[in-house]
């Protein structure tokens, strides 16, 4: 089955430490994203990969760290600096179909902070 | 730039009774709009899509959406509530900037089924 995976699905972070999420998709999608979503506010972009080894700022984007050295990989690092970590977090990945592009998402992470 | 105005943060219905889920979009350019659903501590999942043509789409689950151009909206509906519909519903425009394509949401609706 084709999809998106996103490990672990429960988080657990101490006082100044980094963790990393994973999010992995087997759907062949250039384009990878990761929202954060906060109760009552929606989605928040904190980065985007519109293709391997590129990656960019969304908004909200300090505190995290991104990577992508492979087309099927986009994991998120929560660093030190983000203050308020807890959330939960999703991956997207899109594909372009004519002018337009569609969004799939994973089953996200939940991240809490000890 | 796109933005996206979903209307009621919470609405409630009884089983079985209309549901309807407002949104509306500002874009410069014709827009591409989408509905997710959201069931608890879940990932979203694509519930239906307007890209061109005919203006209702339809959806999994039963429902629907009508793109209206002269009122910038793209409202979801299902004629008859059901339980298994209880969850959050976003409401999504595409950006057209064309030095970034981002997907903007609303804020969300949770939608709650009364017995």
């Known amino acids: 089955d084709g999809g998106i995976t996103q490990s672990p699905k429960y988080l657990f972070r101490k006082e100044g430490q980094n963790v990393t999420l994973s999010c992995e998709q087997n759907?062949?999608?250039?384009?990878m994203y990761w929202y954060r979503q906060d109760p009552g506010q929606g989605l928040r972009l904190i980065y985007y990969s519109q293709i391997v080894n590129d990656f960019q700022k969304g908004d909200i984007a300090e505190g995290y760290s991104v990577s992508r050295e492979k087309k099927e990989s986009f994991p998120l690092t929560v660093t030190s600096a983000q203050k308020n970590p807890t959330a939960f977090y999703l991956c997207?990945?899109?594909?372009?179909?004519?002018?337009?592009?569609?969004?799939?998402f994973g089953p996200g992470t939940r991240l809490l902070v000890l | 730039a796109q933005s996206v105005t979903q209307l009621g943060s919470h609405v409630s219905v009884s089983e079985g009774a209309l549901v309807l889920l407002r949104c509306n979009y500002s874009s410069s350019v014709p827009p591409y709009l989408f509905w997710y659903v959201q069931y608890p501590n879940q990932g979203l999942q694509l519930l239906l899509k307007y890209t061109t043509g005919a203006t209702l789409v339809k959806g999994i689950n039963g429902f629907e959406a009508e793109f209206k151009k002269s009122e910038t909206s793209f409202h979801l509906t299902k004629p008859s509530a059901h339980m298994s519909d209880a969850a959050e519903y976003f409401c999504?425009?595409?950006?057209?900037?064309?030095?970034?394509?981002?997907?903007?949401f609303g804020s969300g609706t949770r939608l709650s089924i009364r017995p």
């Open positions: 997207a990945s899109s594909i372009w179909q004519g002018a337009r592009e569609t969004q799939y």
């Open positions: 999504a425009v595409s950006d057209q900037d064309s030095s970034a394509s981002k997907i903007i």
């Open positions: 759907l062949n999608h250039d384009a």
